[in-house]
């Protein structure tokens, strides 16, 4: 390695059924790449190549928050020039902000000789996370920079559990042509559950972990419900009910809001029945007159990579 890394930030779903703030998976595709580059500058240098109306001042950019607070704890002064071509849509619920944070200290951590561990740069790219919405959730830096699903089983102190997933299984994402902002989507949530919701969302989150790990599909399935946040985030997708009845008949094994929405997410056992059932979402929002991009990926096993010198 020179001055220079080249890295693929793949997007992630968070709040993985009813992992709310817990359990997300990274992607295969759509993902971002960002260049990132040592610089003498007196500060970062973000430059957006790819149009995507990204805030360019370091104090701003969720990449340089997270950057700073990597480079607070070594004590460095190193600053760096950030180039993003994001492919991920800003606001659309599959990781953007995650993945120009995760990505960025992912790429200055090589730059720098690997000070730390990938998991150890989960905590600087939640500072991102804060600066972008207002909360450090983890659901999905962890999974951008570790690939797989990933469980944030604590936040203080913070534990981040990798969960190995079946062998085969493939998600779909539609993301309609609507944006929704994380902050505001959190800020209408309730701040206390009554004991018989909490009672369910443990049982539906053990039964997923556990139909994951064993790669038992119908407790995966049983357990895709969250009832504490989708059912008050859900009002802000239109056609959200359609499109989710849509992805069950054309066999998916579950499915919900992707991170704070609008996208909606679709987990199956096999590429066709993914294909189907994004196809299925797709028409529902079109049959409304909502556009919007469908992606149909394997769950993502790596997380963050560097790319070939000279791609
Ligand atoms: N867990 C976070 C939230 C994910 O729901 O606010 C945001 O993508």
Do not use: W
């Amino acid at each position: 390695v020179e001055d220079g890394v080249h890295i693929y930030a793949p997007a992630t779903v968070a709040n993985v059924g009813p992992g709310f703030d817990i359990l997300g998976f990274a992607m295969n595709h759509p993902g971002d790449e960002m260049l990132i580059e040592k610089t003498k500058a007196a500060q970062h240098i973000i430059i957006d190549s790819s149009g995507a109306g990204l805030p360019l001042g370091p104090e701003k950019n969720v990449a340089t928050v997270a950057l700073d607070a990597m480079l607070g704890q070594l004590g460095s002064k190193q600053k760096f020039q950030l180039t993003f071509l994001k492919k991920i849509a800003p606001g659309s619920g599959i990781g953007s902000s995650a993945a120009s944070a995760a990505g960025a200290v992912y790429g200055a951590n090589v730059l720098l000789g690997n000070p730390f561990t990938t998991t150890g740069l989960v905590p600087f790219a939640m500072m991102g996370e804060e600066a972008a919405s207002g909360s450090a959730h983890a659901d999905n830096v962890a999974p951008a920079l570790l690939g797989g699903f990933v469980l944030i089983r604590s936040y203080e102190p913070l534990d981040i559990i990798s969960i190995p997933g079946p062998e085969q299984i493939f998600c779909s994402v539609v993301c309609p042509e609507i944006s929704i902002a994380t902050e505001k989507s959190r800020k209408i949530l309730k701040t206390t559950v009554p004991l018989e919701k909490a009672v369910t969302q443990c049982g539906n989150v053990a039964g997923l972990v556990t139909g994951l790990i064993t790669g038992n599909f119908r407790l995966i399935s049983d357990s895709m419900h969250d009832v504490i946040a989708e059912p008050i985030r859900s009002f802000l997708i239109p056609e959200y009910e359609n499109v989710i009845q849509a992805a069950l008949n054309a066999g998916a094994l579950g499915c919900g809001i992707s991170g704070s929405g609008p996208s909606i997410f679709a987990l199956s056992k096999d590429e066709d029945t993914a294909m189907m059932a994004g196809e299925e979402m797709d028409r529902v929002f079109a049959s409304a007159d909502i556009g919007s991009s469908v992606f149909i990926s394997p769950v993502n096993k790596q997380g963050i990579k560097l790319l070939p010198e000279g791609t």
